[in-house]
């Protein structure tokens, strides 16, 4: 049981549906009492045993191709962190009460990831539902080898037919991709030296498609002060892009004249109104003054910049948050606060690609940033942002671009 008093395992074992969880190496970790009975095979058989050991090909047949079929499947579930709902397959089982005779068994399955905190696949469920009797009542009393051939027939024109859909999306989508990238590093501003303090810039595109493109960083360096930020535009692909490119803009040029960070996300709050497409941009902007060693800063609805000073002690600029761009229907002035930094201190801005993970808690997230930052603040700006993106994004199934600014002060 957890919290809620809900006990998840009685649950899990009076499912009506046949219900397997395994692990990325397909082998059973826990069945339900409806897959012991339409396997026919007892939980002994089953849990710490490889699928296909328990499950294999039927030897008699040549063309049975139910084990390829279903190890595809899970290996692309395992991999892309995606479910996968597989058309009828068949797949005869071996009889548990008479070595060597195969029984006739036709199946539909459904695989689906169930995901580890850092968002990586720890398990596969998977559920399968027995069609057998309902294929032969489709071809009679002894026309089930007919029925199968015609159903077999019908899902394999269905499925070139979606192949070809799906395909044609893929182009597309990775056409989209491809400008999108290139309009996001022509807007994007090239690093630079910001006098004698070094820093690094990183952006990394998500891994979908057309999820790229939304995301942003900005560095505007003036005699004794410089002014850094980053921010996320809500959807993707050329849209964003165009939007982020304009907001960075904006922000850029208002951060040259404004007293603060909080007068000039106002500014760009007011400018985003106009902007299709801007509605709900989160910002985070931070002045540095070299002089009297200080931060102000601001935030529209952005995750917290993290300053980490040279004992590894952190702290996350979070008391000057408000709602994000558009958000209110009216003009009101935004919160900035200020903090002291010392010289050899870190600062990181970042957008929540770095951070957010599905059915996590972002306090979670925020933990591990501050635990990597820390503990790599001896490294210079580009070996740390390199190191941030390597231990704090998942190698597959990114759903989001991150933007990352490193400076030390």
Not at 93 to 116: F, M, T
Not at 117 to 143: C, F, M, N, Q, Y
Not at 242 to 256: F, N, T, Y
Not at 330 to 357: C, K, M, N, S, W
Request: with cysteine; glycine share 8%; net charge negative.
């Amino acid at each position: 049981m957890d919290g809620s008093g809900i006990d998840y395992e009685a649950v899990f074992q009076a499912l009506p549906g046949a219900v397997a969880l395994l692990t990325p190496d397909l082998v059973y970790v826990d069945v339900n009492e409806s897959f012991l009975a339409a396997s026919g095979r007892t939980r002994e058989q089953l849990i710490g045993h490889y699928l296909f050991d328990v499950f294999p090909d039927n030897p008699t047949d040549p063309a049975a191709t139910g084990m390829r079929n279903l190890r595809a499947s899970l290996e692309r579930v395992a991999t892309t962190a995606e479910p996968d709902t597989m058309a009828v397959q068949r797949y005869d089982v071996e009889s548990p009460d008479r070595s060597g005779v195969w029984q006739e068994r036709y199946w539909s399955p459904i695989n689906v990831p169930v995901l580890a905190p850092d968002g990586s696949v720890a398990l596969l469920l998977h559920r399968v539902e027995e069609v057998t009797e309902l294929i032969r009542a489709r071809g009679g009393p002894s026309g089930g080898d007919r029925a199968a051939e015609v159903l077999e027939a019908e899902l394999y024109t269905r499925a070139r037919e979606l192949q070809a859909v799906n395909e044609g999306l893929r182009r597309t989508h990775a056409h989209e991709r491809e400008v999108a990238l290139h309009l996001q590093e022509s807007l994007l501003p090239a690093p630079r030296p910001l006098g004698h303090h070094r820093a690094a810039v990183r952006y990394r595109p998500a891994t979908e498609a057309l999820n790229v493109c939304g995301d942003w960083y900005d560095l505007v360096d003036q005699p004794g002060r410089t002014a850094l930020a980053v921010g996320d535009v809500v959807g993707h692909g050329l849209l964003a892009a165009g939007v982020m490119g304009q907001l960075r803009s904006a922000l850029s040029a208002a951060s040259r004249v404004a007293e603060g960070p909080a007068q000039a996300l106002e500014v760009l709050g007011l400018y985003a109104r106009d902007i299709e497409g801007a509605e709900s941009t989160t910002a985070v902007s931070v002045f540095i003054d070299w002089k009297s060693r200080t931060l102000t800063y601001s935030s529209a609805g952005h995750p917290p910049p993290v300053l980490c000073h040279p004992d590894g002690t952190i702290t996350f600029l979070d008391q000057a948050t408000d709602p994000p761009l558009g958000a209110r229907p009216e003009h009101t002035r935004r919160p900035e606060a200020q903090v002291a930094f010392t010289e050899g201190a870190t600062l990181a801005l970042y957008t929540d690609g770095l951070i957010e993970r599905r059915r996590e808690d972002i306090d979670v997230g925020l933990a591990r940033l501050a635990e990597a930052l820390a503990r790599h603040r001896g490294a210079g700006p580009d070996a740390l942002a390199d190191a941030l993106l390597a231990e704090l994004i998942p190698a597959v199934g990114v759903t989001d671009d991150t933007a990352l600014v490193i400076l030390r002060l």
